[in-house]
């Protein structure tokens, strides 16, 4: 249980400072919003700066004992819808680069990306074909691999700050 969790820190902060998180602060009413990707928060984070005067789009350090006094929240979403919404996300960020680069490097390889398939032709697919693409995905995926954050399990990103 400690590697994995240990493994979901290490691919949930790929893209930033070790133990940083992505967070939107407001300082006059002590209260800090921590962003989890998928789970409404470009509304919330919005919401955080219209209603609060937070300053969004920090990368913050919650480990300090500067954060104890502040009042933490955040949204989470029921996990399958979000687990397909985040796959989409993955889909159309990995096949917009599959179309400017032409190339699949990087990508995570349990992703359907088919040699034939394109963006056009991945926004023109019907429900059921969707489906089933998600479903190649969570077959082949073996639940450790999360090339991208829209995936990673919402429980790793608050249990490392809560």
């Given at each position: 249980?400690?590697?994995?969790?240990q493994?979901?820190?290490?691919?949930?902060?790929?893209?930033?400072?070790?133990?940083?998180?992505?967070c939107a602060?407001?300082?006059?009413?002590?209260?800090?919003?921590?962003?989890?990707?998928?789970?409404?928060?470009?509304?919330?984070?919005?919401?955080m700066?219209?209603?609060?005067?937070?300053?969004?789009?920090?990368?913050?350090?919650?480990?300090?004992?500067?954060?104890?006094?502040?009042?933490?929240?955040?949204?989470?979403?029921?996990?399958?819808?979000?687990?397909?919404?985040g796959?989409?996300?993955?889909m159309?960020?990995?096949?917009?680069?599959k179309?400017?680069?032409?190339?699949r490097?990087?990508?995570?390889?349990?992703?359907?990306l088919?040699?034939?398939?394109?963006?056009?032709?991945?926004?023109?697919?019907?429900?059921?074909?969707?489906?089933?693409k998600f479903?190649?995905?969570?077959?082949?995926?073996?639940?450790?691999?999360?090339?991208?954050e829209?995936v990673a399990?919402?429980?790793?990103?608050?249990?490392?700050?809560?």
């Amino acid at each position: 249980a400690l590697k994995f969790q240990q493994h979901l820190t290490s691919i949930m902060f790929h893209r930033r400072p070790k133990h940083q998180v992505f967070c939107a602060v407001s300082e006059r009413f002590k209260l800090l919003y921590l962003h989890i990707p998928k789970s409404a928060s470009s509304t919330s984070r919005q919401l955080m700066v219209e209603l609060f005067g937070a300053i969004d789009n920090q990368y913050l350090d919650l480990g300090g004992k500067e954060w104890l006094s502040y009042h933490k929240v955040s949204i989470v979403r029921e996990p399958t819808d979000r687990l397909f919404s985040g796959f989409d996300e993955m889909m159309k960020r990995a096949l917009f680069k599959k179309q400017k680069n032409n190339t699949r490097n990087g990508q995570p390889p349990s992703l359907p990306l088919e040699e034939d398939l394109t963006l056009t032709k991945y926004l023109s697919m019907q429900p059921a074909e969707l489906t089933r693409k998600f479903e190649q995905f969570i077959m082949s995926w073996d639940g450790l691999e999360v090339a991208d954050e829209h995936v990673a399990l919402q429980a790793a990103v608050l249990s490392q700050w809560w």
